[in-house]
């Protein structure tokens, strides 16, 4: 068979990606050692009902506004122009508040740029470095603070033009980030890093994969400590280490996902796989080596069209698988099942989720947690 000069180009861009991505892996393990375990974890919680009600399978099914945080590559198939979304969720009964916020918006037929706006606080901590002075205690001298992890996500996806492989399409998509963290006025760190995606979707839009590289070029956190003479006294007191300025290193996490839709008159049906890969060492995950961590998750989604602009939608998934120590101090495996619904009604969208369900399948403890988000599209075409 006769290869064309565009597959040979096509051949020869595929090898350098891959080079590129071999220096990417030798770079990765080269920083390991430097690495914190479980930095910005507050970056891997998820945003979306619809995506928390499906346990976080959404790295090959987002394509709209909420891609900006899970694959920006998704981002150049988001509807009418522009979308806006808002999400509130509270976690541990309560205790701790999760706020995101996205604008995303079309600057061509085949590209896109995004915004989003992460907050994970937890307010009213007792700081209680005062309640005992001169061996007496006094509780009128126990103040508050607040543990605030904030980022800012920019994001940009493009969509190439593949003609050799006419049935595919393919988009790439990155991601800034910078983020601030802070606890009370004892400490806070300035960090910055980006993220790199690619999906692939047929002409058909029955299947599609993404894959997505979190903290491509690891993100670095400078933290700073303000701990006063009296503070450090204490702390010493107390056998607590007193902590020193340092560098807190994230190491890159390679997420990956397969989705599959089905459709029948007014019915939809999406199912998706994902595997989130850490680089840090072993973690509590269903596959775990020494170099690396594998955790699976699997969500679905039935979606019924009552008319073009009207949809309702039910979604369930599977995540976090785990082993605890149970009361009898056996090791047993544990699952978080997650439900969820969604409406469409014309523009607006809004969605919920109960995620964390363990109690009920009987696997391990449970906090339930009540999440709600809302998404408006913007037809900017249409007012005009």
Request: proline share 2%; glycine share 8%.
């Given at each position: 068979m006769k290869i064309t000069k565009?597959?040979?180009?096509?051949?020869?861009?595929?090898?350098?990606?891959?080079?590129?991505?071999?220096?990417l892996m030798c770079a990765i393990i080269?920083?390991?050692?430097?690495?914190?375990?479980?930095?910005?974890?507050?970056?891997?919680?998820?945003?979306?009902?619809?995506?928390?009600?499906?346990?976080?399978?959404?790295?090959?099914?987002?394509?709209?506004?909420?891609?900006?945080?899970?694959?920006?590559?998704?981002?150049?198939?988001?509807?009418?122009?522009?979308?806006?979304a808002l999400m509130h969720a509270s976690y541990f009964a309560g205790i701790a508040n999760y706020d995101y916020g996205a604008?995303?918006?079309?600057?061509?037929?085949k590209?896109?740029?995004?915004?989003?706006?992460?907050?994970?606080?937890?307010?009213?901590?007792?700081?209680?470095?005062?309640?005992?002075r001169n061996g007496e205690i006094d509780y009128t001298r126990v103040t508050s603070f607040n543990t605030t992890d904030f980022a800012a996500i920019v994001s940009y996806a493009q969509e190439l033009d593949v003609k050799e492989m006419r049935n595919l399409d393919f988009s790439w998509g990155t991601n800034m980030k910078i983020v601030h963290r802070k606890v009370g006025p004892f400490a806070n760190a300035w960090g910055f890093g980006f993220d790199a995606s690619m999906r692939i979707e047929n002409s058909k839009k029955d299947w599609a994969i993404g894959i997505v590289v979190r903290d491509a070029t690891s993100t670095f956190n400078s933290w700073r400590y303000n701990f006063t003479d009296a503070q450090k006294d204490v702390l010493a007191a107390t056998q607590n280490a007193i902590p020193?300025?340092?560098?807190?290193?994230?190491?890159?996490?390679?997420?990956?996902?397969?989705?599959?839709?089905?459709?029948?008159?007014?019915?939809?049906?999406?199912t998706e796989l994902d595997a989130n890969?850490?680089?840090?060492?072993?973690?509590?995950?269903?596959?775990?080596?020494?170099?690396?961590?594998?955790d699976p998750y699997a969500g679905g989604e039935i979606?019924?069209?009552?008319?073009?602009?009207?949809?309702?939608?039910?979604?369930?998934g599977v995540n976090n698988y785990q082993k605890y120590t149970n009361k009898n101090g056996k090791k047993v495996p544990s699952v978080m099942p997650n439900v969820?619904?969604?409406?469409?009604?014309?523009?607006?969208?809004?969605?919920?989720?109960?995620?964390?369900?363990?109690a009920l399948a009987g696997s391990g403890p449970s906090l339930y947690s009540n999440v709600f988000s809302l998404k408006l599209v913007i037809d900017k075409e249409g007012r005009k």
């Amino acid at each position: 068979m006769k290869i064309t000069k565009e597959c040979r180009n096509l051949t020869l861009s595929m090898k350098k990606q891959l080079f590129l991505v071999s220096c990417l892996m030798c770079a990765i393990i080269g920083s390991a050692q430097n690495a914190t375990k479980y930095s910005n974890e507050f970056l891997q919680i998820g945003v979306g009902a619809r995506s928390l009600g499906m346990g976080g399978a959404m790295i090959a099914s987002a394509t709209d506004v909420y891609a900006g945080y899970w694959n920006p590559a998704g981002l150049t198939k988001i509807d009418k122009n522009s979308q806006v979304a808002l999400m509130h969720a509270s976690y541990f009964a309560g205790i701790a508040n999760y706020d995101y916020g996205a604008y995303a918006t079309k600057t061509g037929a085949k590209s896109a740029i995004g915004i989003s706006m992460v907050r994970f606080g937890v307010d009213g901590i007792a700081n209680t470095f005062d309640l005992i002075r001169n061996g007496e205690i006094d509780y009128t001298r126990v103040t508050s603070f607040n543990t605030t992890d904030f980022a800012a996500i920019v994001s940009y996806a493009q969509e190439l033009d593949v003609k050799e492989m006419r049935n595919l399409d393919f988009s790439w998509g990155t991601n800034m980030k910078i983020v601030h963290r802070k606890v009370g006025p004892f400490a806070n760190a300035w960090g910055f890093g980006f993220d790199a995606s690619m999906r692939i979707e047929n002409s058909k839009k029955d299947w599609a994969i993404g894959i997505v590289v979190r903290d491509a070029t690891s993100t670095f956190n400078s933290w700073r400590y303000n701990f006063t003479d009296a503070q450090k006294d204490v702390l010493a007191a107390t056998q607590n280490a007193i902590p020193k300025n340092t560098l807190e290193i994230t190491l890159p996490r390679i997420m990956g996902g397969f989705a599959k839709t089905w459709t029948s008159n007014s019915w939809t049906f999406l199912t998706e796989l994902d595997a989130n890969i850490t680089l840090d060492g072993k973690r509590n995950t269903l596959i775990k080596t020494n170099l690396l961590s594998i955790d699976p998750y699997a969500g679905g989604e039935i979606g019924y069209h009552i008319s073009d602009d009207n949809k309702v939608f039910f979604r369930t998934g599977v995540n976090n698988y785990q082993k605890y120590t149970n009361k009898n101090g056996k090791k047993v495996p544990s699952v978080m099942p997650n439900v969820g619904v969604g409406i469409t009604l014309g523009k607006f969208t809004i969605d919920y989720a109960l995620t964390n369900l363990s109690a009920l399948a009987g696997s391990g403890p449970s906090l339930y947690s009540n999440v709600f988000s809302l998404k408006l599209v913007i037809d900017k075409e249409g007012r005009k």
